[in-house]
């Protein structure tokens, strides 16, 4: 199965900060990745796929990009409604997903 | 408003079964394809099974850690999906979620989770 690395798996920032998250996968995944925003007690939420398309309905301020093996989450003005964990997957072979990325407030 | 809303969930002992269900409203379900997704307490997300719709051959696949011993099905009747679950382990104690198989074409098909149920805990342990 390729496994995929989020790093880091967490971080602290202040509201309005620009805060990157990256995926690396182990092998090439091409651009079959996508994002997904969880919160305490609830079910993820999709943010982005296929690297870089922003779902409907998602706020601008968050972003993909990347490909083959290496990937970007980037919110770029953290709000407080952000603080959350962050996944990646990728779809490319049997599905996986990174470990997670926890925003904290700082 | 798309909906899906798990059932079945609850305590049973290792080597036990149980079958969890989804029922979904606010889409055609008859022509969605569906998944499960589970997440055992404080860890990540697992890809358990899909099944696509009928019309699309209505086919299954199953993660490595389950294959054999899990199988999706769907009543598109009951606008219901499915996840039976036997020979269960400690290690399958998870939230289990119920999630549309969303896909995008643009000369090749991307595949995601677009929506979501709340989850249903099933806890493994004698």
């Keep these: ?106 | 408003e798309v909906q899906l809303v798990e059932s079945g969930g609850g305590l049973v002992k290792p080597g036990g079964s149980l079958r969890l269900s989804c029922a979904a409203s606010g889409f055609t379900f008859s022509k969605a394809w569906m998944s499960w997704v589970r997440q055992a307490p404080g860890k990540g997300l697992e890809w358990v099974g899909r099944i696509k719709s009928k019309t699309d051959g209505g086919t299954t696949e199953y993660a490595a850690p389950v294959k054999g011993r899990f199988t999706v099905s769907r009543d598109d009747s009951k606008n219901t999906q499915y996840l039976e679950m036997n020979s269960l382990r400690s290690e399958d104690t998870a939230v289990y979620y119920c999630t549309t198989w969303g896909r995008y074409y643009d000369g090749s098909a991307y595949y995601f989770f677009d929506y979501w149920g709340q989850g249903t805990l099933v806890t493994v342990s004698s």
């Design chain 1, 1 to 106: 199965d390729i496994q995929m690395t989020q790093s880091p798996s967490s971080l602290s920032a202040s509201v309005g900060d620009r805060v990157t998250i990256t995926c690396r996968a182990s092998q090439s995944v091409s651009n079959y990745l996508n994002w997904y925003q969880q919160k305490p007690g609830k079910a993820p939420k999709l943010l982005i796929y296929a690297a870089s398309s922003l779902r409907s309905g998602v706020p601008s301020r968050f972003s993909g990009g990347g490909s083959g093996t290496d990937f970007s989450l980037t919110i770029s003005s953290l709000q407080p409604e952000d603080f959350a964990t962050y996944y990646c997957q990728q779809t490319y072979s049997t599905w996986t997903f990174g470990q997670g990325t926890k925003v904290e407030i700082k």
